[in-house]
């Protein structure tokens, strides 16, 4: 590969890796299978780029791409949960018997973190995948409406009602439930930590999210935290989660990928 090919490839991972990790971890639930999915994703569209017409913005184009593939990715484990079994889970955590003074202040509090994370993001995968993805790209990455249903390939109004459906099932569950929503619900994150620290389904080798790398957060977010009322503060709970960047053995895969010259599009 060429210098000046390899800095645009470069280029275009640390512009779009990042975003196509994140989107594949909020349908996927999973580290693992978010980074695979993500690597996939850029291949894909890296030998694809000669489709590419200009009909949308290039970006509408690389989330179709994602969208499609990640539609075909095989629901997991954590994707058979409703919201019933979660909050099941959730109230048999908070009556666990306290293990204190067996973990230290530090580290409750990267636990309580670690939990908050995880109970968002088993709130999203408690959503069928269709309405799991048009709320994901409506009010996590704050597509409009249009751009959505451009991405997802589908008319305006049928992208609306999956918008709208999947902020009733959250918003019916957190307005019931979570603590971080309304004080006055019962589920608090740090309760529910200790508890799974107490059973060992939280410890320090087995954090998904609290230990994941992430990019800088952006003010817009915070301003938004500020402004959402309502059901739009269930939206406010779940951009909670960081914007997670690709790491750096995705870009390193994908560079030994490239390199090796087995893509017909790099050879030269």
């Not at 913005?57 to 690389?62: E, I, N, R």
């Not at 200790?194 to 992430?214: C, I, Q």
Request: aromatic share 8%; with cysteine; glycine share 6%.
């Amino acid at each position: 590969m060429k210098a000046k090919q390899w800095t645009a490839f470069e280029e275009f991972v640390h512009v779009h890796g990042d975003a196509l990790v994140r989107l594949s971890f909020a349908l996927c639930g999973d580290r693992g299978r978010a980074e695979d999915a993500a690597q996939e994703i850029l291949v894909i569209v890296l030998t694809h780029l000669g489709s590419f017409k200009g009909e949308s913005a290039f970006t509408t184009w690389v989330w179709k791409i994602a969208a499609r593939r990640l539609a075909e990715v095989k629901r997991g484990r954590r994707e058979a949960d409703s919201f019933e079994e979660l909050e099941d889970r959730l109230q048999s955590l908070r009556q666990e018997p306290s293990s204190s003074g067996q973990v230290s202040e530090a580290e409750a509090a990267v636990f309580a973190h670690e939990v908050r994370l995880r109970c968002t993001q088993a709130m999203l995968l408690g959503l069928d995948r269709p309405s799991l993805i048009a709320y994901v790209l409506g009010d996590v990455f704050n597509l409009s409406g249009d751009e959505a249903a451009a991405v997802l390939e589908i008319d305006p109004a049928t992208y609306r009602k999956r918008l709208v459906r999947a902020r009733e099932r959250l918003y019916d569950f957190m307005r019931r439930q979570c603590g971080v929503f309304d004080p006055a619900n019962p589920c608090r994150c740090e309760r529910v930590a200790a508890g799974a620290a107490a059973r060992g389904l939280v410890r320090r080798d087995t954090l998904l999210f609290a230990n994941h790398p992430t990019c800088a957060p952006s003010p817009l977010v915070d301003r938004a935290a500020r402004e959402v009322k309502d059901l739009m503060r269930v939206a406010e709970v779940i951009r909670e989660h960081a914007d997670y960047a690709a790491p750096e053995a995705l870009v390193a895969g994908l560079r030994e990928l490239v390199v090796s010259e087995r893509l017909e599009l790099f050879r030269s």
